[in-house]
């Protein structure tokens, strides 16, 4: 059988023919100071990377409370958005407005009863009551007669403006 080369295994052994031989403990502590003194600087990653736990606290430090706020934020975000829809919801109603006269835009004598929605909501109306001396009156001929002692069947019109009709509905 032939003879194999000598070769050098990783910290200081010496492999002869596969056969592992220990040096003894004074040269292998030789050999340790020896690597030690010829080790180069640490390169500036090597410090970075033993300062990564500390950078990671930070981060969670200053991550925490900022999602912390947030969370905080976007509820009250909720809330008002919420207490903006009822305020919306409760400023759409209706305002009616109830205006008599006597003399039209023309200055002539009319006498009139105007019933009108001044408000942003619409005005349902199922049912209206008149009522003169505390007792309801079924026509506005009727009204009159109470009223004013005008006679059934005189000048009497009963109207209603189909612009206001339009522009309430």
């Given at each position: 059988m032939g003879a194999y080369p000598a070769r050098r295994l990783g910290s200081g052994h010496l492999a002869l023919g596969g056969r592992m031989t220990d040096p003894a403990p004074e040269d292998r502590l030789a050999a340790i100071e020896a690597r030690l003194a010829a080790a180069p600087a640490r390169p500036i990653g090597d410090r970075?990377?033993?300062l990564l736990p500390?950078?990671?606290l930070g981060h969670l430090l200053i991550g925490f409370p900022t999602l912390a706020i947030s969370l905080v934020v976007a509820w009250g975000t909720f809330?008002?958005?919420e207490a903006t829809q009822k305020i919306q919801q409760a400023s759409?109603?209706?305002?009616?407005?109830?205006?008599?006269g006597n003399y039209n835009e023309r200055r002539e004598r009319e006498l009139y009863f105007e019933l009108g929605n001044n408000g942003v909501g619409?005005?349902?109306?199922?049912t209206i009551e008149v009522s003169y001396g505390g007792r309801p009156v079924a026509a506005p001929a009727e009204l009159l007669q109470?009223?004013?002692?005008?006679?059934?069947?005189g000048a009497v019109r009963d109207r209603a403006?189909?612009?206001?009709r339009a522009a309430a509905g």
């Open positions: 970075l990377l033993r500390w950078l990671t809330v008002q958005a759409a109603w209706p305002f009616l407005s109830y205006t008599t619409p005005a349902l109306l199922r109470r009223c004013c002692g005008v006679v059934p069947g403006d189909p612009q206001r």
